[in-house]
């Protein structure tokens, strides 16, 4: 059983920069579909990024694909995000997701992953 563990978050200023970081055990990340997904009070989860199976594709959702990077390090089982200009929007727990059956049309679907951390908040201030 894989387990994910979040971290990074924190309270910034708009504009700012913050990079939070998934770390899996009990199972590998190589072979698995990764992604990052964020809830906000009173709104629906939201799709942010995703790196597939073989690490050659990354999708980002519409609204912060231009200030948002994944990257992963399979030799620490790890996965990043990097979120950059900051608004209060981004206000929201981040949620990483991992799956080795998530083809390339799911990558922003949550229901296609298996594997879900506890999430990380990040907080941003006007």
């Known amino acids: 059983q894989v387990q994910l563990v979040e971290s990074g978050g924190r309270l910034v200023q708009a504009g700012d920069s913050v990079r939070v970081s998934c770390v899996a055990s009990?199972?590998?990340?190589?072979?698995?579909?990764v992604g990052w997904f964020r809830q906000a009070p009173g709104k629906e989860r939201e799709f942010v990024a995703a790196?597939?199976?073989?690490?050659?594709?990354?999708v980002y959702g519409d609204s912060v694909k231009d200030r948002i990077t994944i990257s992963r390090d399979n030799g620490k089982n790890t996965v990043f995000l990097q979120i950059d200009f900051l608004i209060p929007e981004d206000t929201a727990v981040y949620y990483c997701a991992a799956g080795k059956r998530v083809i390339q049309s799911s990558l922003a679907s949550p229901s296609a992953y298996d594997y879900w951390g506890r999430g990380t908040q990040v907080t941003v201030s006007s």
């Open positions: 009990g199972g590998t990340l190589r072979g698995s579909a």
């Open positions: 790196n597939s199976r073989d690490g050659a594709s990354k």
